[in-house]
């Protein structure tokens, strides 16, 4: 069970950081940009280097001129709030949209969504992407910021599942961690250094006396080039020092020392240079990552403020305009970094204030997480308590729980006690990451402030500034409740705080509603309750699809239809299962539409309409990863494995069970039927009795055993290994101890009304009933089961026991056709078996191939469909047309159609 999340919103997204910033060249540089435009572009391009080497305005200036009607190239410069997953993407694809705008079609509806992963979005971008016809290039500027291990795996997965025509370019202080070398000796990776970015000696001449305007001696110019080493940030910083110098040769003589010397010393000299007012202005809004006139003028105070910006532009002092309309700027990092450094030397105490000025107009203006950055920055742990409660809303649906968990952790412990709201967004972060220490206590901390009977211990009066999320307290208590008792696997308590949560919540809470019914729904199907479990995930698919939830619709839809079938009530969960596909449709591959086609898959199994089967499992394959829960992968092997075994075809059916139990993996749903309990099955139709029985004592199981739901499964299991083992031996007593425990099971199953179990025991009964020589009771059970199994088309159940019960079958009426059809699928000398024999001497590929020999498919098309060379087709035909006998296409089609294939 996921936890149910809401859509996402179109979050504010900064539209400069989208852009390539619009810097003046400085000298051109073919050199350089030759490299870049190499014609066959690697997936990795990495411009590397310490800061002041001049990668953004290198790469701004080829993204300008590589972008034309063949190639789109994209931009994003990441800042330290990228470090959000969620934050992340939404700029990557928001980026991506701006120069090729059907990018991220199937992956944006995914992010808005808290029910998709990361992951899931990761991959349905790549999907997008694979569909472009255009060649795509995409720049992050700035990586170094990111310090995230998850994300970097994430860019590492989102790098080596690039389609060949998308291309990653990356500029960065320093390397990010990812398999360089494996890349370097692919030959997938293009890298740019400090190296190859200083300036040459002719580069720095034409710099200083052209570009600058200098007028400097060959003589200084080369002992310049030697002091700076081509460092192209001293290099501006000592021309923007030595303009109206008279003494040019002796100031260049008169610094020396490593890079970061160098910097303060020429960054002091060009502030000494500087007016008074324009020298305030540059250490007062050095502490802002961003520069507008307006946020300029909130925190100088200083009305000339975006005049001031357009001088230092135009005076070119580190002023790097943002946009087109030169509204926003900021510093080159080295020379903000300077900047701040002495400001604190300076005036230290001014510092806190310029901050909480900043947060209080990013707070007017609707940017949380600066103000809230800037509030941290002055030390205002109380405003940014304030602000963090006010964004709580805003954070849940935009899904920035790790900016959430963020700034929580930076408050003091002491903040939470008091601020209800607070407290359970820390709650909810917690729970978020599957932590539960300390919970408890963070509830009743907060349930002292809204329950009367608790409030007797409390001091005066909360402290609450959304009044809204206050008032949501009570369900929300509530609910986490229900989650830890779940975790702790008490189903009662689970129960009553779900129950609680509908009590509380109001009728137009669709969300609210549809988790606690979602809540409440596991823990009845936990403990065997069926029916009613079904009505409450009827009632919170119903709660989800009014709240336009969609993967909250699916994920409930694939438990209520997994409670259907084993309700017996294989109609309706197809309907259930085909009615969330169509709740997906408007949105592609969404997380859970691989699930319903799997649920499909099963129940088609069941009626033994194996073709369809494997055409709906094909398809949940075919719509990749990012489009099924953490179940679908194992749950879609099982069902193969029972393909494979109704074929004959045992040793795949482990081979396929083995692969099913790694990838194992319920996602909270009750583990009804376990992997090792569905290998027994298999064995023991390959007649190995004692692996079986093996499989049981490692299980400690026995007839004796208190009968649950949630063991039913392995129970009638070991009825089945119990009345083989009689077989097999002559044992009575194993007899007498299968026939009790199914008399126990049968009981049980019929309380529940769950008539899956309720068919399969009746046809086991009928076995032990022959088996003692009651051929009247033999008969009379397995009519039984044959009526209950008719309505909703049960086949397999009834013949997954052959040859044990098949001559029974024979000895029941004709008449009824449903018991035709049974017999059929369990005919000997019927097409199944004929086509049996033949599954063992053709490869899985054979009959991949030997399907499409039917199709109007030619050969290369063929060889395509299966991503196979022609060559290889040939082989695989050649195979078939001798293992059938055949001469021909046409006559090898005809064949497989005899023999039932």
């Known amino acids: 069970m996921s936890t149910p999340g809401e859509p996402l919103p179109d979050a504010p997204l900064l539209e400069t950081k989208l852009h390539a910033p619009r810097r003046r060249s400085v000298v051109p540089r073919p050199r350089v940009a030759a490299r ?171 710099y200083l006396n052209q570009t600058m305007g200098l007028d400097i001696t060959p003589s200084d110019i080369a002992v310049l080039d030697a002091r700076t080493e081509g460092w192209i940030a001293a290099l501006q910083l000592a021309a923007l020092s030595m303009r109206d110098r008279s003494d040019v040769s002796g100031f260049i003589a008169g610094f020396a020392g490593d890079d970061r010397f160098i910097v303060d010393y020429l960054a002091d000299e060009v502030l000494q240079r500087q007016t008074d007012d324009i020298r305030s202005f540059l250490l007062e809004t050095s502490i802002l990552s961003r520069l507008t006139g307006p946020l300029c003028r909130a925190v100088t105070g200083q ?243 009014d709240a336009d939830f969609v993967p909250d619709v699916l994920g409930c839809s694939l438990a209520l239809g997994d409670i259907q079938t084993a309700q017996g009530r294989l109609s309706d969960a197809v309907r259930t299962f085909e009615t969330g596909l169509k709740h997906a449709a408007p949105y592609g591959a969404l997380r859970g539409t691989a699930d319903m086609h799997v649920g499909l898959g099963e129940v088609l199994i069941e009626r033994n309409e194996l073709g369809a089967a494997i055409a709906h499992l094909d398809l949940s394959d075919q719509l990749g990863g990012q489009a099924g829960s953490p179940q679908k992968a194992h749950r879609r092997l099982v069902a193969l494995a029972r393909i494979r075994q109704a074929e004959g075809d045992l040793a795949t059916a482990l081979d396929l069970l083995d692969d099913a139990e790694r990838a194992y993996n319920t996602d909270y749903s009750p583990a009804v039927r376990p992997i090792p309990a569905l290998k027994a099955r298999v064995r023991l139709a390959g007649g190995d009795v004692d692996a079986a029985l093996r499989w049981a004592a490692d299980h400690r199981l026995s007839g004796d055993d208190e009968l649950t739901y949630i063991h039913e499964f392995e129970h009638i299991t070991l009825a089945r290994t119990l009345l083989a083992h009689a077989k097999d031996r002559g044992d009575a007593t194993a007899l007498g101890e299968a026939t009790a425990l199914l008399d126990r099971l049968l009981a049980a199953a019929e309380e529940g009304d769950r008539a899956g179990s309720v068919i399969e025991i009746l046809v086991l009964l009928a076995h032990a009933h022959h088996a003692r020589g009651d051929l009247p009771a033999a008969t009379s059970t397995l009519a039984r089961a044959v009526d209950r199994a008719e309505p909703e088309g049960y086949v397999r159940v009834l013949v997954d026991t052959e040859p044990l019960i098949v001559p029974l079958l024979r000895t029941l009426p004709h008449g009824n056709q449903h018991l035709r059809r049974i017999l059929a699928a369990a005919n000997p000398s019927g097409p199944t078996r004929a086509s049996t024999a033949l599954v063992d001497e053709l490869s899985s590929r054979e009959l991949d191939v030997l399907r499409l020999l039917r199709s109007d498919l030619s050969g290369p098309d063929i060889a395509r469909e299966l991503l196979v060379s022609l060559n290889t087709l040939r082989t695989h035909t050649k195979n078939i047309y001798a293992k059938l006998g055949a001469t021909s296409r046409r006559d090898a089609v005809r064949r497989a159609g005899e023999l039932g294939l």
């Open 36 to 206: 870049l435009q190499q014609a066959d572009a690697p997936p990795l391009t990495l411009v590397s280097a310490p800061a002041g080497f001049g990668k953004t305005t290198l790469l701004a200036e080829w993204t300008a001129s590589a972008s034309h009607d063949e190639v789109a190239t994209a931009w994003l410069s990441l800042d330290a709030g990228d470090n959000d997953p969620a934050v992340f993407w939404s700029y990557v694809i928001a980026a991506l949209r701006t120069a090729v705008p059907e990018a991220g079609a199937t992956a944006l509806p995914l992010l808005r969504s808290a029910q998709s992963p990361i992951d899931t979005v990761v991959t349905a971008l790549l999907h997008d992407l694979s569909r472009l016809s255009i060649e795509v290039v995409l720049v992050l500027d700035d990586y170094h910021v990111i310090e995230s291990h998850d994300l970097h795996e994430a860019v590492a997965f989102f790098l080596d599942h690039l389609p060949p025509h998308v291309h990653l370019v990356l500029g960065s202080r320093a390397d990010p961690p990812f398999a360089l070398g494996r890349m370097r000796a692919r030959g997938d990776l293009l890298e740019i250094r400090a190296a190859d970015l200083r300036f040459t000696a002719d580069e720095t001449a034409t």
């Open 303 to 545: 009305a000339d403020s975006k005049a001031t910006l357009e001088l230092l532009e135009r005076s070119n002092l580190f002023l790097v305009p943002l946009d087109d309309r030169r509204t926003w700027y900021r510093y080159h990092q080295l020379f903000a970094d300077v900047l701040r450094a002495r400001l604190l030397d300076e005036a230290p105490d001014s510092v806190g204030g310029l901050h909480r000025r900043a947060s209080d107009w990013y707070a007017e203006n609707g940017d949380r997480a600066e103000a809230i950055g800037h509030a941290f920055a002055a030390e205002d742990v109380h405003r940014a308590a304030e602000l963090i409660e006010l964004a709580v809303p805003w954070i849940r649906r935009t899904r920035q729980e790790a900016t959430m968990r963020t700034w929580l952790d930076a408050l003091p412990d002491d903040m939470f006690p008091p601020r209800p709201v607070l407290t359970i967004a820390r709650v909810g972060a917690l729970m978020g990451a599957g932590e539960t220490a300390g919970v408890e206590l963070l509830l009743r901390s907060v349930e002292r402030w809204i329950e009367p009977s608790q409030h007797a211990g409390a001091s005066g009066a909360p402290i609450v500034v959304d009044r809204d999320e206050f008032a949501r307290l009570r369900p929300q208590v509530a609910m986490y409740r229900a989650g830890l008792a779940l975790l702790a696997g008490d189903v009662t308590a689970t129960i009553a705080h779900a129950e609680r949560v509908l009590d509380l919540s109001g009728p137009a809470d669709h969300f609210g509603r549809g988790a606690a019914s979602a809540l409440t729904g596991l823990a009845y199907w936990s403990t065997g309750n069926l029916d009613a479990a079904r009505r409450r995930y009827a009632e919170a698919v119903a709660c989800f699809v």
